[in-house]
Each structure stands twice: as structure tokens, then as C-alpha cells.
């Protein structure tokens, strides 16, 4: 890297190495099926993917609760698809969603490959605004866990991301300083803005080739950091 020496590489998980639209698709064709919910899992797909990231946007800035996101994405998306279903079971869909949710682990395409080349090399870690029980589950099952030194999540550094107080706390977990550390991820304003203004270096995982600002590092393939690294 110019004019650094990087000796440690923090990635995001869900949607930067652990495939989370396709498993979260996954989990619901299987709890839905199991419940008799009988709604168009392609439907239901495209309407919870939309308001699932709405809510994550409010959750990730401390405006709803857990809770209020877990109950909320659901009502809100069998309300738009006009499917009538109780509270009860809102609620029972919200417990097996995420109780499902780490048994189906596929990872992007190059994530293992890119991880077997990053690890002689660097130290790796986990930054992610995940729930912990979740997220350690999605690195064990997908067996990606022994790839990494350290996992930082919102709820044991007590913040999300952006807040540079998560970032700190994993450098500080990580034992290592800002400027010999880069950040991967798939949001331009949780990962990318938020730790080169604390000083990190960081490449941003542009899966769908959306526009970037000049000047800010992208990759659309996993594979594209042993050209980088």
C-alpha cells in the first residue's frame, strides 16, 4: 500500500464475505414453508430486502430498538404484500429467522481463496454490526472462523458503525494502530467514510458497480485484493 505499512486487514461480514441476501432468501423459503405462510418467497424477497435495510438504517443509528427491528420488517412487509398474519406469529417468524438464519453459510464467490492468500500475510479480523450469538455462528458454520485473530460486534463494543468508537474498540481488541490497518466493506457510510476518517486505509466491496467519489478504493470480486494486497 502507498506509503503504508499494513499489517492488519479488517473486513465486514454480511455482504462483504458472507453471502447474506442469498441465505437470508434461503431461511425464509424454509421457516415460511414450514409455517404455511403462503406468500411468493420472490414477492416477499423483494419487499423485506428494501424495508429490511430502511430499518437497519434507523437501527444503525440508535432511532429503533432490536426489537423494533426484528417485529417491524416483518409487519411492514406482509402489510405491503397485503398478507394477513397475527402478531403471534410475527413474532414466532422473527425468532426462527434468526434462529435459521446461520445454518445456510454461503460465502461470495472468491472469499475463501482471497482468505488463504490474506492470512500468510496479514492478521485478519471482523468488524460488524451484527448481534454476537448470530455472527459467530455465521463464521463457525461457514468455517471462516479460524481465519481470524479477533471479531469485533455492535453489541460487545456497546455501538455500530459508523460510530468511531466500534473502530476504536477493534483496533484496541486487535492490538494494532490505525495507520497500519485497512478496512474492507460493502457501505460507503459505515465502513468506508467512517474509518479513513479515523485514519484506517480501506477498499470498498462494490458488488452492484454503483458510482463511487473519486479517490475511494473498489473492488466487484473478492478476488480483486490479491491484485491490491
Known amino acids: 500500500m502507498q506509503n503504508r505499512i499494513i499489517s492488519d486487514v479488517f473486513f465486514d461480514l454480511d ?5 447474506f441476501e442469498k441465505n437470508s432468501g434461503l431461511t425464509f423459503q424454509a421457516i415460511l414453508n414450514k409455517n404455511n405462510i403462503g406468500v411468493n418467497i420472490a414477492d416477499f424477497m423483494v419487499v423485506y430486502s428494501r424495508i429490511n435495510y430502511e430499518y437497519w438504517e434507523l437501527y444503525r443509528v440508535d432511532k429503533i430498538t432490536q426489537e423494533e427491528l426484528r417485529y417491524g420488517r416483518l409487519k411492514d412487509t406482509f402489510d405491503e404484500l397485503d398478507h394477513e398474519i397475527s402478531d403471534a406469529t410475527i413474532h414466532l417468524l422473527s425468532e426462527e429467522y434468526i434462529a435459521h438464519l446461520p445454518e445456510f453459510n454461503y460465502l461470495y464467490e472468491g472469499a475463501i481463496e482471497v482468505l488463504e492468500y490474506l492470512k500468510p500475510k496479514y492478521r485478519l479480523h471482523i468488524i460488524t454490526n451484527g448481534f454476537h450469538k ?3 455462528l455465521k463464521l463457525k458454520n ?3 472462523d479460524h481465519y481470524f485473530d479477533t471479531v469485533t460486534d455492535s453489541e460487545s463494543a456497546g455501538c455500530k458503525k459508523p460510530n468511531p468508537i466500534i473502530f476504536k474498540h477493534a483496533l484496541q481488541v486487535a492490538n494494532t494502530q490505525v495507520e497500519n490497518s485497512i478496512m474492507i466493506g460493502d457501505c460507503i457510510v459505515s465502513d468506508i467514510n467512517a474509518s479513513l476518517s479515523l485514519g484506517f486505509d480501506a477498499i470498498y466491496f462494490n458488488e452492484h458497480n454503483k458510482e463511487v467519489a473519486v479517490g475511494i478504493k473498489h473492488i466487484n470480486n473478492l478476488l480483486s ?3 491490491i494486497l
Open 15 to 19: 455482504h462483504t464475505l458472507w453471502d
Open 134 to 136: 448470530v455472527q459467530d
Open 142 to 144: 461457514s468455517a471462516i
Open 225 to 227: 485484493l490479491k491484485t
